[in-house]
C-alpha cells in the first residue's frame, strides 16, 4: 500500500501546527481574521522547526483551510463525555479471568467505650465495621460526626465541593434497619464514605472542579457509587479536585494538606485525601491518570491504591485519559483500601475496558518468606540499602531485602 504524498505530509503537519500549535499572538489574529494566510503557515512552520518554499505553502493553503474547517465541524458536534473511543483498550490482551474477589477485615476487635468522636472519626474502616456489626455504633451517629466534621473542617481544608446530607442520613438509616433486622452486608455496611467530584451521583452537582461546570448535574449514579451502594456504604460528600482533574486547585480555592494548612494538599484527588486524613470520612474515592492518588496519599500520609488500569469501571466518571484513567480507594490504612478495592472492582457492561479478575487480601503475611527490592540509583548498584524508618520496620518484621537499581533510560 503506497504512503502519503509529501503534499498530504505536509498539509497534515501544517493543519495541526496551524490549528493547534500556534504561538499564541498568531492564534489571536487568526481568531480575528478567521482566516489562515500565508503567513500564519510560515510563522507555524517555524515554530514546528521545518520550512517549506513559498510554491509549496501556495499549494497547501486551501487544503489547511478546509482541514480547520473540518475540525471546527467536529469540535461542534459536542461529543458527551461518556462516549467511548472507537477501539477497546483491555491491558491483559483478553477479557475477564475467572477467580474470586476476596478481601475480609483481619478480625480487629474493639468496643466504644471511652472512644470520644473525634477518636471514632480516626478509627479505621476495619475498627468502624466492628462497631456497626456488633451495635455498637450505629450508622446515623457515625454518618452524624463525619457531617458536623465535614462542616466544621471545611473552611479551613477547603476539600468539600456539596455535601450530599439528606442522601446520606437516608442510606444511613437504611443500613441501621437491615442491621438490626440482620441483614448485614458487609464490612463497607454502614460506613460514610467521600467521593471525588469526577463522578456523577444523584442529588449533587458534578463539577469537575471547575467554574464553567459547577452547576452540571448528572443525575444519575456512576458505577463505582453503585457498587457502594451495593455493599451499603454511605456517600456524605462530593469532595474536591484541581481542575479538570488537575492539581489541587479549583474554582472554590486551594485544597489543604491537614498536616500543614499552609500547603496544598496536592491532586487531583485532594479533597479525598484531605478528607480522609483529617477524619471527615471513612474512606475516600480517588482517580489516577498521572499520579492522582498517588501524590496526595503521599502528601496527607494515608493509603492511596492505584488499581491496575481496567479493574475498576470508569463509567460515571470525567474522562481525561480513556486509556490511563484509573479509579481506587484513599484511605488511612492499607487493609481499609483492600476492602474498598473488593468492593468497587470487576467488569462493567458500561465501561468495555473494566474486567472480573481474581483479587484476594491475605489475613497474614509471613514476612520471612517476603523478598522486598528496594530501589536505589543505577549508579549505586552495590551501595548499602538505603536506612530508613520504612526499610528498618520491613527488617523487624523479618522481611528479606534486596536493592533494585533501575534507570528510566535505556542501557
Not at 456524605?236 to 494538606?257: H, I, P, R, Y
Request: glycine letters at 8%.
Amino acid at each position: 500500500m503506497p504512503g502519503p504524498s509529501r503534499k498530504e505530509l505536509l498539509v497534515s503537519l501544517l493543519t495541526t501546527t496551524a490549528v493547534a500549535a500556534l504561538p499564541s499572538a498568531i492564534s489571536a489574529a487568526v481568531q480575528t481574521s478567521n482566516e489562515i494566510t500565508l503567513d500564519d503557515l510560515k510563522a507555524a512552520s517555524k515554530s514546528a522547526g521545518v520550512s517549506f518554499t513559498e510554491t509549496e505553502l501556495k499549494a497547501i493553503v486551501a487544503s489547511v483551510k478546509s482541514n480547520r474547517e473540518a475540525a471546527n465541524a467536529l469540535r461542534g458536534e459536542g461529543l458527551p463525555n461518556d462516549l467511548e473511543a472507537a477501539f477497546r483498550f483491555v491491558p491483559l490482551g483478553g477479557g475477564s479471568v475467572p477467580g474470586n474477589v476476596k478481601a475480609r477485615p483481619t478480625g480487629v476487635k474493639v468496643s466504644r467505650k471511652g472512644f470520644s468522636d473525634e477518636d471514632i472519626a480516626f478509627l479505621s474502616v476495619t475498627q468502624l465495621a466492628h462497631l456497626i456489626k456488633t451495635k455498637q455504633l450505629r450508622s446515623r451517629a457515625l454518618t452524624e460526626i463525619y457531617l458536623a466534621r465535614l462542616k466544621r473542617y471545611d473552611p479551613k481544608l477547603l476539600c468539600v465541593v456539596n455535601l450530599t446530607e439528606e442522601r446520606a442520613l437516608r442510606e444511613a438509616d437504611a443500613a441501621d434497619r437491615e442491621i438490626a433486622e440482620g441483614r448485614y452486608r458487609g464490612p463497607l455496611h454502614g460506613i460514610p464514605y467521600g467521593l471525588k467530584d469526577l463522578f456523577a451521583a444523584k442529588g449533587a452537582p458534578t463539577t469537575w472542579g471547575a467554574g464553567p461546570y459547577r452547576d452540571q448535574v448528572l443525575d444519575f449514579d456512576s458505577t463505582v457509587v453503585q457498587k457502594l451502594n451495593v455493599a451499603g456504604a454511605v456517600l456524605v460528600a462530593k469532595l474536591t479536585n484541581g481542575a479538570l482533574a488537575m492539581d489541587d486547585k479549583w474554582f472554590g480555592g486551594q485544597t489543604k494538606n491537614p498536616w500543614n494548612t499552609q500547603q496544598g494538599s496536592s491532586g487531583s484527588s485532594a479533597g479525598s485525601a484531605s478528607a480522609t486524613a483529617a477524619g471527615l470520612v471513612g474512606f475516600a474515592i480517588g482517580t489516577e491518570t498521572l499520579g492522582s492518588i498517588v501524590s496526595p496519599s503521599i502528601r496527607c500520609r494515608i493509603t492511596g491504591l492505584r488499581p491496575t488500569y481496567g479493574r475498576v469501571s470508569r463509567h460515571g466518571g470525567m474522562v481525561l485519559a480513556q486509556t490511563m484513567d484509573k479509579v481506587g480507594p484513599i484511605c488511612r490504612t492499607a487493609e481499609d483500601a483492600a476492602l474498598v478495592l473488593a468492593a468497587i472492582a470487576g467488569s462493567d457492561p458500561q465501561d468495555p475496558s473494566a474486567v472480573d479478575h481474581p483479587f484476594a487480601y491475605p489475613k497474614r503475611l509471613d514476612y520471612e518468606k517476603l523478598k522486598i527490592g528496594v530501589l536505589v540509583p543505577a549508579n549505586r548498584r552495590s551501595a548499602p540499602l538505603p536506612e530508613n524508618p520504612v526499610t528498618k520496620l520491613l527488617k523487624e518484621f523479618g522481611a528479606r531485602l534486596e536493592s533494585i537499581a533501575f534507570s528510566p533510560l535505556p542501557p
